[in-house]
């Protein structure tokens, strides 16, 4: 059978890249089988990831940080310097008002983004003691490390405090175990890291391993372990709210994108509004778009492999957006159960804002409460907030981003809890790098190892994960000062103790991969002593 191609057709299908569609059809594609996970045994259930990646390279040594006397005075000697000064106050310092001094830094305070306007940082209790290293000691005695967090993560201490949310200290991409003196003077067989201050490569590596991009992921990779044996369904286990994302294309799955917009999660398609030309005030627009791909598909020698492919990608796009929206609306009982995020207001500004964080987590659990409708039992999810490049304004810009991760980490407790989900989804952080411990006298600059959240009732929370470094940057002595050797850093940037594939090869444990399937998915994994950090529940 012939099937013609009207002209007015084929000049839709040539035109459809410019009207800006090409981009969410051909991402909405899940080509994934059933998520069977045998391997994480009978009974298990449902299981899902959530990658919460703080996109520009997040400080973390503002969101994480020692608070034993010599260490914080390491810290706070690096970072209260400058034209605005970016170092916390101690915990326990009370709050200065605008016209007040603040007894700690003897400054006058003049704007509410001034940390001494905030409070001191919060203090967290590990359950497990970490020793003081020699480096930031203050006395001959051993003693017990101390830790705070951000003044605007309440949200986070208090989970931290009820066993729901782990700190993992110093994770970074490593291709080896690697020490300073080999980083500062490496040897022939010494595996330094390509690129380690490029956002674009380091936002690749942390996602896949790779540099320069990738046509995998370790989250799609994941999500391809778990197809089904047969049955040929479309599965929905690989998702993103952020658009294309390297970290969840596998060898199979590619990420199926949705929208988080008027609290409610709904599958990403054709949509008019982008598009300009004759087509646009059609009523019979996506009839007309429909029939035109399907005729494509089947026209055997009728046009280019790429336009056919082309055609049965968008085809495919269309089908299991109707599947995922038809699913959540089957799932209407399970969605009532979760709440919308409260309101968020901006602790600089002292407005109420969008909190796009929220929103997008907001959407993931709507996803999760409809596993069963959509037919599967493990789901790899990638949400995304940006803004975390603070080369300069770090005080408003990643005073505001702590607060939106707060107010999101501690959205999503309630939400996962409200859907009877709260030991079924675990979520993580992830960025591309850590930034300078010193300031660069208004913000900061690249650097490398940094700290982690994660968040479920799957976690073993209550808990600091991996040792925290040495605080400090290298000095030399001068007059009665003595000279510093901080072991863990280099200049500014701590050399990461734990490997990005550690961090991620525990939750992957967690969600079923079997120890067999870890060298397909972390090929680097074995090189580490640790490959498990235990911060998982069985």
């Known amino acids: 059978m012939t099937h013609r191609i009207t002209p007015s057709r ?26 069977a996970a045998q391997s994480a045994g009978a009974g298990s259930g449902y299981r899902a990831l959530v990658c919460v990646f703080l996109q520009g390279g997040n400080d973390a040594h503002n969101m994480l940080m020692a608070t034993d006397p010599g260490s914080f005075a390491q810290y706070t000697t690096a970072r209260q310097s400058g034209a ?28 509410t983004d001034m940390p001494e306007h905030w409070g001191g940082v919060l203090a967290i209790a590990p359950a497990t003691a970490q020793l003081v290293p020699p480096a930031n000691a203050t006395t001959s005695q051993p003693t017990t490390r101390t830790f705070a967090v951000h003044p605007f993560l309440t949200g986070a201490q208090g989970l931290f405090a009820a066993g729901r949310l782990a700190a993992i200290a110093n994770v ?198 409809a596993q069963a409708q959509l037919g599967v039992t493990r789901q790899v999810f990638f949400v995304q907030l940006g803004g975390f490049d603070t080369h300069d304004g770090e005080n408003p810009r990643q005073g505001l981003l702590m607060a939106q991760i707060d107010h999101a980490l501690s959205y999503f407790d309630a939400a996962i809890a409200a859907a009877g989900m709260a030991d079924k989804i675990t979520a993580f952080t992830a960025s591309d790098f850590n930034r300078t411990f010193a300031t660069n006298g208004t913000g900061t600059d690249h650097a490398w190892g940094s700290h982690h959240f994660v968040l479920g009732a799957a976690v073993k929370g209550g808990d600091l994960y991996g040792p925290y470094p040495t605080v400090g940057i290298d000095k030399a002595a001068s007059g009665s000062t003595p000279a510093f050797t901080n072991p863990d850093a280099a200049s500014n940037a701590y050399i990461p103790t734990t490997s990005v594939e550690t961090y991620l090869a525990t939750m ?20 580490f002593p640790v490959q498990n950090m235990g911060f998982m529940r069985a």
């Open 10 to 35: 084929r000049a839709l299908l040539q035109g459809l890249a410019a009207f800006g569609a090409a981009a969410p059809l051909a991402l909405n594609l899940a080509a994934v089988g059933r998520a």
């Open 84 to 111: 605005e000064p970016i170092n916390l106050m101690p915990a326990g310092t009370a709050p200065v008002a605008i016209g007040g001094v603040s007894p700690v830094t003897k400054r006058t305070i003049t704007t």
């Open 172 to 369: 970074g991409t490593l291709l080896a175990p690697l020490t300073k003196a080999d980083y500062q003077k490496p040897g022939p067989a010494t595996q330094i890291p390509q690129r380690l201050f490029s956002h674009s490569d380091q936002q690749s590596a942390w996602q896949s391993g790779q540099v320069d991009g990738s046509a995998t992921g370790w989250g799609g990779l994941m999500a391809d372990t778990f197809q089904a044996l047969g049955g040929g369904e479309v599965d929905f286990s690989a998702i993103t709210t952020a658009g294309n994302t390297a970290f969840l294309n596998g060898q199979s799955a590619r990420s199926f994108r949705i929208n988080y917009a008027a609290n409610k999660a709904t599958a990403q398609t054709i949509t008019l509004t982008a598009t300009t030309g004759r087509y646009n005030n059609s009523a019979n627009f996506l009839d007309e778009l429909r029939a035109s791909l399907v005729e494509t598909h089947l026209s055997a020698g009728q046009s280019s492999d790429m336009v056919s492919d082309y055609a049965a990608a968008v085809t495919r796009s269309v089908a299991l957006s109707t599947v995922f929206d038809n699913g959540l609306t089957s799932a209407a009982a399970a969605e009532a159960a979760i709440p919308n995020p409260p309101a968020f207001t901006d602790p600089i500004g002292g407005k109420v804002v969008d909190n796009p964080l929220a929103d997008q987590l907001q959407a993931v659990v709507e996803t999760a409460a």
């Open 508 to 527: 992957a444990t967690w969600m079923g991969v079997t120890a067999a399937q870890m060298p397909g998915i972390f090929p680097r994994l074995a090189g």
